[in-house]
């Protein structure tokens, strides 16, 4: 269903142990506190996560400035080990911005040590199933090799520079 | 340089199928579309889906950047409360 390789990476350090990180994402208190732009918010008493290999985490998003938007979110998740990784197939509904129609994406979020005690999370994620016919895959595999190659080229560049 | 270049694409495929060839893979990833009309052979770019697709990728992309500014501030926030809580104690 999901092609192998994530279509968005993200890679970031927040100053701040794993375990804590990880509470983050975990704890509905905290995800509350900080998911989506600012003005997002998350009615406490529609969260609702059990946390654990073949659980979920469900939310609700509303925005103050636009009353008429709300926004269901269902993971279900597919893998969790405590302070490690949260992954998941997270299922979008309800009445969502731009005209964007329901989707679901895949996703994946790893917690690493890094020195000073802070964390970095490797955060990966697919493209939904609808956007991904032969013809964006294929794009986006010729633009990975592109990028390979001009890579290549940059390198062999620079030894004959040498 | 680019002599060792061309010589690398001459020997994965020979000049006079080159073209053809890279146009069947180009075909078959559905990047290109190809008709015929007498002797000539028209091919399309097929680049509207992945402008969906990146569209998508900058919007979730944006939407973790944003989140994570947040989170940021958040953490320092928790952190900032365990150390006061410590102090009192």
């Not at chain 1, 975990?26 to 989506?36: E, S, V």
């Not at chain 1, 918010?41 to 469900?58: A, C, H, K």
């Not at chain 2, 690398?8 to 073209?19: F, S």
């Not at chain 2, 900032?80 to 410590?86: F, S, T, V």
């Amino acid at each position: 269903m999901y092609p192998d390789e994530p279509q968005l990476a993200i890679s970031r350090v927040v100053d701040a142990p794993r375990g804590l990180a990880f509470r983050a994402f975990t704890d509905p208190d905290q995800l509350a506190m900080w998911w989506g732009p600012s003005g997002n918010t998350l009615p406490r008493d529609e969260i609702e996560f059990d946390v654990r290999p073949g659980g979920f985490q469900r939310w609700t998003e509303v925005v103050a400035a636009r009353p008429d938007l709300r926004v269901h979110i269902h993971i279900d998740l597919t893998d969790v080990a405590d302070g490690d990784l949260l992954e998941g197939v997270m299922h979008v509904t309800g009445r969502l911005q731009d005209d964007i129609e329901p989707f679901e994406t895949r996703f994946r979020v790893e917690f690493h040590d890094e020195p000073d005690g802070r964390t970095r999370l490797e955060i990966r994620q697919w493209l939904p199933a609808h956007l991904t016919g032969p013809s964006t895959q294929g794009w986006l595999e010729a633009l990975d090799k592109l990028d390979a190659t001009l890579l290549h080229i940059q390198a062999v560049a620079a030894d004959a520079e040498v | 340089m680019l002599s060792a270049l061309l010589d690398a694409i001459e020997q994965l495929a020979p000049r006079q199928t080159a073209v053809s060839r890279h146009l069947k893979v180009l075909e078959e990833a559905a990047l290109i579309s190809r008709s015929r009309s007498g002797k000539w052979r028209a091919s399309h770019l097929e680049a509207a889906a992945l402008r969906e697709a990146a569209d998508w990728i900058d919007r979730f992309r944006r939407f973790w950047n944003m989140s994570l500014d947040r989170l940021d501030a958040h953490l320092a926030a928790v952190q900032a409360a365990d150390r006061l809580d410590k102090k009192e104690l």
